[in-house]
């Protein structure tokens, strides 16, 4: 795995919830919040639920010093098209300084149970894309059950639109 991949992998992810997200905040507020049997609720649910994940990832590997202050919910005032679009930003920042050295570095959090463990940089980058991957599968499934086509967030039509081979 490189610092490289690793940025890749970061921006394509921001771009998939992206592509979801739009097409979610485009049904109206009962759709959006309708209740359809999976782990989240609804689909506005699991899509909150994958950028507070994102959110808490983010302060447990870049800011470990505000983990315990992260909220585990919207504050009061925040959007979620807002706050997800600051915070793509902000591991696209950190992640454009990665070197080699920092993929290996090893990084101790607790986990929501208060358990502790160990992991290097590049498992938990690769850990936040996957489950954000696994929650956008679910929110698309949803989108379908609402009778709206979801948008295309394949890892290759990404690839494809980068230019760069």
Same mark, same amino acid.
């Given at each position: 795995?490189? *610092?490289? #991949?690793?940025?890749?992998?970061?921006?394509?992810?921001?771009?998939? $919830?992206?592509? +979801?997200?739009?097409?979610? %905040? !485009?049904?109206?507020?009962?759709?959006?919040?309708?209740?359809?049997?999976?782990?989240?609720?609804?689909?506005?649910?699991?899509?909150?639920?994958?950028?507070?994940?994102?959110?808490?990832?983010?302060?447990?590997?870049?800011?470990?010093?505000?983990?315990?202050?992260?909220?585990?919910?919207?504050?009061?005032?925040?959007?979620? *098209?807002? #706050?997800?679009?600051?915070?793509?930003?902000?591991?696209?920042?950190? $992640?454009?300084? +990665?070197?080699?050295?920092? %993929? !290996?570095?090893?990084?101790?959090?607790?986990?929501?149970?208060?358990?502790?463990?160990?992991?290097?940089?590049?498992?938990?980058?690769?850990?936040?894309?996957?489950?954000?991957?696994?929650?956008?599968?679910?929110?698309?499934?949803?989108?379908?059950?609402?009778?709206?086509?979801?948008?295309?967030?394949?890892?290759?039509?990404?690839?494809?639109?980068?230019?760069?081979?």
């Amino acid at each position: 795995m490189t *610092a490289e #991949e690793l940025q890749h992998h970061i921006r394509y992810s921001g771009w998939a $919830s992206k592509r +979801l997200l739009e097409a979610a %905040l !485009a049904l109206n507020e009962e759709q959006q919040h309708r209740e359809l049997g999976v782990s989240h609720k609804s689909l506005y649910g699991t899509l909150e639920h994958t950028f507070l994940s994102d959110r808490i990832w983010f302060a447990r590997t870049v800011d470990a010093g505000i983990v315990k202050g992260t909220p585990r919910e919207l504050n009061p005032g925040e959007t979620l *098209a807002t #706050e997800w679009v600051k915070l793509q930003k902000r591991w696209e920042q950190w $992640s454009d300084a +990665l070197t080699h050295q920092d %993929l !290996a570095r090893k990084i101790e959090y607790h986990d929501m149970s208060g358990n502790i463990h160990t992991n290097p940089t590049w498992q938990i980058v690769l850990h936040v894309v996957n489950h954000a991957t696994l929650h956008r599968g679910q929110a698309m499934s949803m989108l379908r059950q609402l009778g709206v086509a979801p948008p295309n967030t394949d890892l290759i039509t990404y690839y494809r639109g980068l230019k760069v081979k």
